[in-house]
Structures are given as C-alpha cells and as structure tokens.
Nanobody
Framework: QVQLVESGGGLVQAGGSLRLSCAAS????????MGWFRQAPGKERDFVGRISWSGANTYYADSVKGRFTISRDNAKNTVYLQMNSLKPEDTAVYYC???????????WGQGTQVTVSS
C-alpha cells in the first residue's frame, strides 16, 4: 500500500515556474514507476508525464515537453514535477500516481491546484 500527498501548487503568472512534490509513504516506493496527471475544470484527467522506478527514464506529453521535468529522490520517497514557462492552459488540479507492475496506476494522491494567470 502506498499513500501519496502532493504539495507545491498555487497561483502563478504566465511564464512563471512552480515545483510540485509528491511524498509517498509505505514500502516499496522505489520499485514503482510514478506518473503525473492533471485535470482542468470540465475536462478529463490527462497524462502529463512519468518517470521510471530508478529515475533513469522519463516520458512527457507533447503539451508539456521541454517545459516540465519529472525527477525523483528515492531516499526521500518523493517525486517532483518542475514546471517552467507556465501557460494559462496549464491550470488544473495536478495528481501524482504510483504505477504497479501491471502498468496500472493503482495509487493516487488527492491533488494540488495549479492556477496560471494571464
């Protein structure tokens, strides 16, 4: 069982930066791939990016590629989402999720709000 808690959201102007954190409790965090997702009002939850269990591999949605960076610190049981050059369309609730061996994202945090003003 893994429990995830996101933090670091807030209000930022377009062009600004934020870093989100996702702190995990429970065993075996370092064995899970981790993903970030977001959901804007009235829209479905979208994939943002993911990082492998070791941190060696990352993958991003086209909409954030080159602007967002995912990293992790397994010693701290934490995964990060660095967001640069933010745009109003990045406004959403951001969620982290743990990916179990089957590839399914089975554990989710409660989300943190990111609002980008124009």
């Amino acid at each position: 069982q893994v429990q995830l808690v996101e933090s670091g959201g807030g209000l930022v102007q377009a062009g600004g930066s934020l870093r989100l954190s996702c702190a995990a409790s429970g065993r075996f965090f370092s064995s899970y791939g981790m993903g970030w997702f977001r959901q804007a009002p009235g829209k479905e939850r979208d994939f943002v990016g993911r990082i492998s269990w070791s941190g060696a591999n990352t993958y991003y949605a086209d909409s954030v590629k080159g602007r967002f960076t995912i990293s992790r610190d397994n010693a701290k049981n934490t995964v990060y989402l660095q967001m640069n050059s933010l745009k109003p369309e990045d406004t959403a609730v951001y969620y982290c999720a743990a990916q179990v061996a089957s590839g399914k994202y089975s554990y989710w945090g409660q989300g943190t709000q990111v609002t980008v003003s124009s």
